[in-house]
T-cell receptor, first 114, second 108 residues
């Protein structure tokens, strides 16, 4: 398996623009997680899905952020409109169960909002 | 108080030294404890996990949990330059909660 795949790997955009991050989890994994990592706040869970259904979105910072999982092999995280404080590395991870200690992380998308 | 606290470092040690990385946590009910390793510009990967108290050893790595003091540690023996990375402690509640990570540099 190729592991968790994320695209794009780097994104530079201007404030106010829409940003869409994409993730393909490991085949057969029922859980998908979106994280954001910054120096100040560390690795924060934004939202996670079970079988394509959002379970906990309490980490989504505000209404500008939205996430979808239309099928078992694809998820998107959208920021509209983007702001400079959204600059961070966004990771997608997947696991077999939510109670599994091993979450498999993708390589991340490095987002810079100017 | 954050649920998991970790000194961000950086921590620089000479090759071959024993490294000690530590975290504290707030909730005594936590039972599952993990260490993830993150190389520069990569995603974190699970290094070790332990359940409840005690030690767990895997090669040069030892994870230790002291529930009485709510303290978790990772020891690296005979440290190598390839161990240079950020180490994140984590606990599992209904989801995994990560510390901010400690940056470790092993100097050749």
């Amino acid at each position: 398996d190729a592991g968790v795949i994320q695209s794009p790997r780097h994104e530079v955009t201007e404030m106010g623009q829409e940003v869409t991050l994409r993730c393909k989890p490991i085949s057969g994994h029922d859980y998908l997680f979106w994280y954001r990592q910054t120096m100040m706040r560390g690795l924060e869970l934004l939202i996670y899905f079970n079988n394509n259904v959002p379970i906990d979105d309490s980490g989504m910072p505000e209404d500008r952020f939205s996430a979808k999982m239309p099928n078992a092999s694809f998820s998107t995280l959208k920021i509209q409109p983007s702001e400079p404080r959204d600059s961070a590395v966004y990771f997608c991870a997947s696991s077999l169960t939510v109670y599994e200690e091993t979450q498999y992380f993708g390589p991340g998308t490095r987002l810079l909002v100017l | 108080q954050k649920e998991v606290e970790q000194d961000p470092g950086p921590l620089s040690v000479p090759e071959g030294a024993i490294v000690s990385l530590n975290c504290t946590y707030s909730n005594s009910a936590f039972q599952y404890f993990m260490w993830y390793r993150q190389y520069s510009r990569k995603g974190p990967e699970l290094l070790m996990y332990t359940y409840s108290s005690g030690n767990k050893e895997d090669g040069r790595f030892t994870a230790q949990v002291d529930k009485s003091s709510k303290y978790i540690s990772l020891f690296i023996r005979d440290s190598q330059p390839s161990d240079s990375a950020t180490y994140l402690c984590a606990i599992r509640d209904d989801k995994i909660i990560f510390g901010k990570g400690t940056r470790l540099h092993i100097l050749p």
